[in-house]
């Protein structure tokens, strides 16, 4: 596309348009699961999915925005331009046989419109997606420096920040990073917060996988994310909790080179419970072939400090002009406002868009 910034939203009412748009003038159906609580602006909020291919295709690749709320801006970016450039086989450049794209946009509406990580539930959804009839997984690491993410006051004192500092200094930089954000399951108004039911939005997503994925025999996936690693750059991480290497080989196979968070190679770490796991879930006939595209915005202590400055004033209830203040800053840290940014995200996220479809034909049905 001539322009990449003009697929670019500034809010979540104005990224639901243009991705309602694209699929009108592809004459695509669009369906939306309302939620019954407001926007930010008193706008509508929606799980709009749009399928564009044959309802009986054997293979389905998904592409998914807002997982995490106001890191939406981005996957709805990709999605509309993916959309725009027509149906699957003039995308792919090819034909391409049996095949279906389903686009899942702002699974997390309420937190992309309140300029949240978390859904209105303060569940950060990709620790949501696991068996809550079991039991529940355990952090402990978190319960020791909960109060100190999110201490009485902000900025935190010199004295909470040096004992942060320190713990972060004995358990390592990856002790760290899991210790905030594998996930926890015992601190509900706290960081990363798996929730003790299934969310809205999980409950949401599970069945549209039902009524589109059931019938396929091969699945891949796109999770679009922000907010980790090196600016601009779209890391492609392996997305599965089956760890055969046969599934690792034919994601690189489709994508090339991957990440791990089970090798320590990824950006990211382990968590409870990723969106993954729900389409596992859902759809247990078909194999699955996934990615989580995560692309960098700002130095990871910038991110993580927006994070929690964002995540306190919701906590401690600060005035209006704070929080506002706040949630600006998140959504600046997750989403930055620059051409440069912008153009490398939509050629990565097309790239990758393009190799998932050409995969899917390689593989048998």
């Not at 389905?60 to 993916?82: D, F, K, P, R, W």
Request: glycine share 8%; hydrophobic share 40%; proline share 5%.
């Amino acid at each position: 596309m001539a322009d990449a910034a003009a697929l670019f939203s500034s809010s979540y009412a104005q990224a639901r348009q243009r991705f309602r748009d694209a699929a009108c003038r592809r004459d695509l159906v669009v369906e939306s699961t309302v939620l019954d609580l407001a926007g930010a602006d008193g706008e509508e909020l929606a799980i709009d999915v749009v399928r564009d291919g044959p309802a009986d295709a054997a293979r389905l690749l998904i592409v998914i925005s807002g997982v995490h709320g106001v890191e939406g801006y981005c996957g709805s970016a990709v999605q509309t331009g993916l959309l725009e450039l027509g149906p699957p086989e003039s995308a792919a450049g090819k034909r391409v046989r049996d095949t279906a794209v389903l686009y899942i946009h702002a699974v997390n509406p309420w937190g992309f419109s309140h300029s949240r990580r978390v859904t209105q539930e303060n569940v950060d959804l990709n620790r949501n997606c696991i068996d809550f009839d079991a039991p529940l997984p355990v952090n402990a690491a978190y319960g020791e420096i909960h109060d100190l993410l999110l201490p009485e006051t902000w900025p935190p004192t010199p004295a909470d920040a040096a004992a942060l500092a320190a713990y972060a200094e004995r358990v390592g930089p990856k002790g760290m990073q899991r210790a905030v954000s594998l996930g926890q399951y015992t601190y509900a108004d706290g960081m990363f917060f798996g929730g003790q039911a299934p969310t809205w939005s999980n409950r949401a997503l599970r069945a549209i996988l039902r009524r589109h994925g059931r019938e396929c025999r091969q699945i891949g996936s796109i999770d679009i994310h922000t907010g980790l690693g090196p600016y601009g750059h779209g890391e492609r991480i392996f997305a599965s909790p089956d760890q055969d290497a046969n599934i690792l080989e034919r994601a690189q196979r489709w994508w090339g080179e991957l990440t791990s968070v089970h090798t320590g190679t990824s950006s990211s770490v382990p968590m409870t419970g990723p969106v993954q796991f729900a389409q596992f879930d859902e759809c247990p006939q078909a194999q699955h072939t996934n990615i989580c595209l995560e692309f960098g915005t700002w130095p990871a202590e910038q991110v993580q400090q927006a994070l929690r400055a964002e995540h306190w004033s919701w906590r401690r209830g600060a005035d209006a002009n704070r929080t506002a203040a706040a949630r600006a800053a998140l959504k600046a840290a997750f989403y930055p406002d620059a051409a440069d940014w912008k153009a490398a995200i939509w050629r990565q996220g097309r790239e990758a868009f393009v190799q998932a479809l050409i995969g899917l034909q390689r593989v048998p049905v």
